[in-house]
């Protein structure tokens, strides 16, 4: 029986927020793609008040990897325990908790601690563990800390909106065109020039030029999970001025009469960037609404185009 050498770090955040309201941030593990930067999806498989059971993608070292984790809720003592069902070598197990202290009103400490295995007890292996924990786990806690510490509600910064479109020909003609973003340049008048590249099978990293209906011109790069022709999942690495974070999903489903395709955002809003970009005098709900009329419009473009080309293939009998 080999047994493995166990190893913790602990990272820390002291936030001018309340230990409630950093607590609930942390706990809705839907919102962390669009709040905390290694994050890229996030699949809810169980969930009540006492834990959730979630399957989730991320960026650790540079490369997107999965894993299935459980989750405990203790909502009275400020506490979240996890710990990873299914690991990803070289990790062979790993687990944690995060703590939110009071330290005085409106003032916490928030505490990340994580305990893991190897698959070996190399110090290289060791090694890229624990970099990647000192990378990731800082880089949320002050993530975390931009959004509660903001002076404005969660739910004012952080929400998703939804749009769906029943579309001509079949739901995997849909998703075709989705998945190969490589030609949008192409075939999307609001797209001027892509790079798309597949690291690994399912997972794309696309960087394009986009147009608003303002004639603002923006640079996004976002990295892609792509799952049996039934959704892709997106999780924008370099967002528009506007965002501190951005991610979204494309669902697909053949209907009755064609395919039925959802694009829903998960935005997380920029305050302090509300006048540079809207102008003196614009408020957060401002922001809110221009976020929902550029983004669901180039979405809803987006699916325009995606039911031509499905109408297209089915006209000519492609399958």
């Known amino acids: 029986m080999t047994i493995r050498q166990p190893h913790t770090t602990e990272h820390t955040l002291i936030a001018d927020a309340p230990a409630r309201a950093l607590y609930g941030?942390?706990?809705d593990v839907t919102r962390w793609p669009a709040v905390f930067g290694?994050?890229?999806h996030v699949e809810l498989r169980e969930h009540d008040e006492h834990g959730e059971r979630f399957e989730i993608w991320a960026v650790v070292n540079g490369e997107v990897g999965s894993w299935v984790s459980r989750r405990a809720f203790d909502a009275d003592g400020?506490?979240?325990t996890f710990e990873q069902e299914r690991s990803r070598a070289p990790i062979a197990s790993m687990g944690g908790e995060w703590l939110f202290r009071e330290l005085s009103p409106g003032r916490t400490e928030v505490v990340l601690r994580h305990h893991f295995t190897a698959v070996d007890d190399d110090p290289g292996t060791v090694g890229w563990i624990t970099e990647a924990l000192h990378r990731n786990s800082p880089e949320e806690l002050a993530a975390l800390g931009r959004i509660a510490e903001s002076g404005h509600p969660v739910d004012d910064l952080v929400f998703s909106?939804?749009?769906?479109?029943?579309?001509?020909?079949?739901?995997?003609d849909a998703y075709d065109f989705v998945n190969r973003a490589d030609r949008w340049a192409d075939m999307l008048p609001h797209v001027s020039r892509v790079r798309l590249s597949e690291p690994s099978p399912g997972v794309q990293d696309l960087e394009m030029d986009t147009v608003t209906g303002d004639g603002s011109a923006h640079t996004t790069r976002s990295v892609r999970v792509c799952?049996?022709?039934?959704?892709?999942?997106?999780?924008?690495q370099v967002a528009p001025r506007l965002l501190l974070g951005h991610s979204g999903r494309w669902n697909f489903a053949d209907g009755p009469s064609g395919a039925r395709v959802t694009a829903t955002h998960t935005v997380a809003v920029d305050p302090a960037?509300?006048?540079e970009v809207?102008?003196?005098g614009s408020t957060l709900a401002d922001a809110r609404a221009y976020l929902r009329e550029a983004l669901g419009r180039?979405?809803?473009a987006t699916l325009t185009h995606a039911g031509e080309y499905a109408a297209a293939r089915l006209a000519v009998g492609v399958d």
């Open 227 to 236: 799952r049996s022709q039934e959704w892709i999942a997106y999780k924008q």
């Open 25 to 27: 941030l942390v706990a």
């Open 161 to 172: 909106f939804t749009d769906t479109a029943e579309l001509p020909g079949s739901a995997a």
């Open 273 to 275: 960037a509300i006048a």
């Open 38 to 40: 290694p994050s890229v």
């Open 278 to 280: 809207l102008g003196a």
């Open 78 to 80: 400020l506490r979240i």
């Open 298 to 300: 180039n979405s809803l």
